[in-house]
């Protein structure tokens, strides 16, 4: 029959779109080298979707629109793996490793070892069932044994491919690490703060807690992604090595660490432990140490396992980024703009090199759910170039003698009310001396008005002598010459290079005036774009909500914050007082002809990433892109216009390369903004 006929059509079409989704899915997120337009991406899969709403019967599991489909579940099944899951046994120096390399080496009677380091992801262990090609199973590891069946979960993450690609075994378990993006954390983090919700210590809580929601759309909406990096059983296929192993999982749609490595001197491997470790914060996923693993298949056979771990593979660690210590004390820091933060005093500890003796809570609710207390034993986490924080508390070390702490109801320095906004608290002081220290140090900031020599001891004392009660007061510092010189730590000649330093920066730029007073929510490059689309002061100060999310990249947050902040009587008198002791500013970021220029401007639009080192400070790079109406990022993504790369560039060097993205070096990039 003619209808028939039809149907086996459509079916056909339909699995062919199927396909070119899954392939487009795999340049995309995979190579990270998409072939085709996001738009026309998106073309493909609502057509896909719009087949299979008329033709509900060919729904198939594996289709790339059914990734969130299920219904929120009761509790997780328990899973028995085929093969257990084994962990790894740990060593933190060098000559562990080469005595595991002379181990080996002893065990098999060879000379030579092949070694595949690989990175050690900071996540959650995977198993990935494929039958015929298609996703049936996933579950984590569990205690090696039994894990959870979380396939729903698992099912919503894109780099996990619901069919493999190009050939379909009929078994094969993939193994690996599902994990959140260091990025991704961090807005997940700022999300749940504002909304007064829970927060995550790092970013592998943050996946355990994704990963194990019931609801798979909650799971849906966080980012998480995964790494293969081994195999339990297959059929249909036999391997040889573990390099051949990453090749084939990638070859087949799963995304392996850029960072994998084959060497055959175990010095080798030393090196490049050191290499990564100095490159880890670079990377948007977070690593505790790199894996070394024996790459012939018949060796590690041939070595086995010891309990639980095996004998042909260990994992060689960095310093660690937790430590435990104690709480001596917790104190209450008032910020800038009021916001008041529970900080833990510490018993100083090192952590990865640096001596940490203080530790952020947060706000309220974290400390509460934390329930840290003074005399506590925490774990502190110290991560890259983030403040250190209290991740949790050891509560098996309590005596019964740790002291609660209450947030205070009135501000710890200046005794005026204390007014709570969702999780946070905030001082409602005009006049607090703790807000006003911050201004000050904000407004004389390199970045804000660059008064050099204008630290945070001498703000101290100016703040507590009543000598400058608002940043406009240090314009009229110069009337007491006298006595600043008495202060502590100052001279005649420091004194005099202050004033200098304070009268110089009297001339400045909008952007700058606009960055140092402190906005909420307005940070350096929201003073920019603000520059650049008012004229001056009272054309800002005059602005409508209206005009200000029209500007792109200002939202209502921002608007509403910056026309609060001109809206305080204490806003006014500064400005007025600031143009009373002479402080001027021009706008080159304003245009003769309103926003149009900003487009016209030589670097409008694009945008910069910059890695390795340069012979100018990256500040003034970043200014001068700015300048030229360009953009600066930290990491490298296909919306990348150039890299810069100076000397001994990293992970953002690779990844340009396989991004395809435009590398420039030093020389070029000087050239290209000298230009302008
Ligand atoms: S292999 C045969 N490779 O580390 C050894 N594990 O203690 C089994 N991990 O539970 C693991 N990155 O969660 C292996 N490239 C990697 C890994 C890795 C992270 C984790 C995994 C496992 C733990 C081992």
New binding site residues.
């Given amino acids: 029959m003619g209808g028939d006929k039809d149907k086996e059509e459509i079916r056909k079409q339909i699995e062919e779109l199927r396909e070119k989704i899954r392939y487009h899915n795999y340049r995309y997120y995979v190579l990270n080298e998409p072939e085709i337009s996001d738009a026309e991406y998106d073309r493909l899969f609502k057509e896909l979707e719009e087949l299979e709403a008329e033709y509900p019967e060919f729904i198939t599991p594996d289709s790339p629109t059914q990734r969130v489909g299920a219904k929120p579940l009761e509790e997780f099944r328990t899973y028995r793996h085929s093969i257990p ?4 046994k740990s060593v933190t120096d060098a000559g562990e490793v080469t005595e595991f390399d002379e181990r080996v080496k002893r065990m098999l009677g060879v000379d030579t070892i092949e070694y595949v380091v ?4 900071d ?3 995977m198993e990935l069932v494929y039958k015929d090609g298609v996703l049936v199973a996933g579950s984590t ?1 569990g205690d090696g044994w039994t894990g959870e069946d979380v396939t729903q979960n698992l099912r919503t993450i894109k780099t996990i491919p619901l069919r493999t690609l190009s050939e379909a075994l009929p078994l094969l378990e993939v193994r690996g ?1 599902v994990y959140m993006p260091v990025s991704g954390f961090r807005e997940l983090n700022e999300e749940l703060g504002r909304r007064g919700e829970r927060m995550f210590a790092n970013p592998r809580n943050a996946a355990a807690g994704s990963v194990r929601q019931l609801d798979p759309r909650v799971t849906a909406s966080r980012p998480l992604d995964f790494f293969a ?2 195999i339990g059983r297959v059929e249909g296929r036999e391997f040889s090595t573990q390099w051949e192993i990453l090749n084939y999982l990638r070859s087949i749609g799963f995304r392996v660490s850029e960072l994998v490595r084959l060497f055959d001197k175990i010095e080798d491997v030393i090196r490049y432990h050191r290499e990564v470790e100095e490159r880890r914060d670079e990377l948007d996923y977070e690593i505790d140490g790199i ?1 070394v693993k024996v790459n012939r298949v018949e060796y590690q056979n041939r070595l086995g396992t010891i309990s639980r771990s ?1 004998r042909w ?1 260990i ?1 060689y660690k960095f310093q660690p980024r937790e430590e435990f210590t104690k709480v001596k004390d917790i104190v209450v820091q008032v910020g800038r703009t009021g916001a008041l933060t529970p900080v833990a005093i510490l018993e100083p500890v090192q952590i990865g090199g640096v001596t940490v003796s203080r530790a952020t809570l947060h706000n309220e609710e974290e400390l509460k759910r934390k329930d840290v207390r003074i005399g506590d034993t925490v774990v502190v986490e110290r991560a890259g170039d983030v403040i250190p924080e209290v991740v949790s508390v050891v509560k098996s070390r309590r005596t019964g003698a740790e002291k609660e702490f209450r947030m205070p109801d009135r501000c710890p320095v200046c005794g005026a009310e204390v007014l709570k906004e969702g999780p946070i608290r905030r001082c409602v002081g005009v006049s607090c001396k703790a807000q006003l220290k911050e201004r000050l140090k904000h407004f004389a900031s390199t970045r804000a008005m660059d008064i050099e020599g204008l630290g945070e001891k001498l703000i101290e004392q100016l703040v507590d002598r009543g000598m400058v009660t608002d940043v406009a007061d240090l314009y009229l510092l110069s009337r007491m010459k006298g006595e600043l010189m008495k202060l502590e730590h100052m001279g005649e000649r420091s004194t005099e290079k202050l004033l200098d330093a304070i009268e110089r920066s009297k001339q400045t730029t909008f952007a700058r005036l606009i960055y140092a007073l402190g906005i909420r929510h307005v940070g350096e490059h929201t003073a920019l774009l603000l520059a650049a689309n008012f004229r001056d002061m009272d054309d800002l100060r005059n602005a409508t909500y209206e005009r200000l999310v029209s500007i792109p990249e200002i939202g209502p947050e921002v608007a509403r914050s910056i026309i609060l902040f001109f809206e305080q009587g204490s806003t006014k008198e500064l400005l007025r007082k600031l143009e009373e002791v002479g402080v001027r500013y021009e706008n080159p970021e304003a245009a003769e002809a309103g926003a149009e220029a900003e487009k016209e401007k030589p670097l409008a639009g694009k945008i910069f990433v910059f890695t390795g080192r340069i012979s100018i400070p990256r500040d003034e790079a970043k200014r001068k892109v700015e300048q030229l109406g360009g953009r600066v990022t930290s990491s490298v993504t296909k919306k990348t216009d150039y890299v810069v790369a100076g000397e001994e560039a990293g992970s953002k060097l690779r990844r340009a390369q396989q991004l395809g993205v435009k590398i420039i070096g030093e020389e070029e990039f000087m050239a290209m903004v000298k230009e302008g």
């Fill in positions: 899951m084994l962990s790894l690989e990175p050690k992801i996540g959650l262990a590891r690490e990096y081994g894996v095996p593979a994992a």
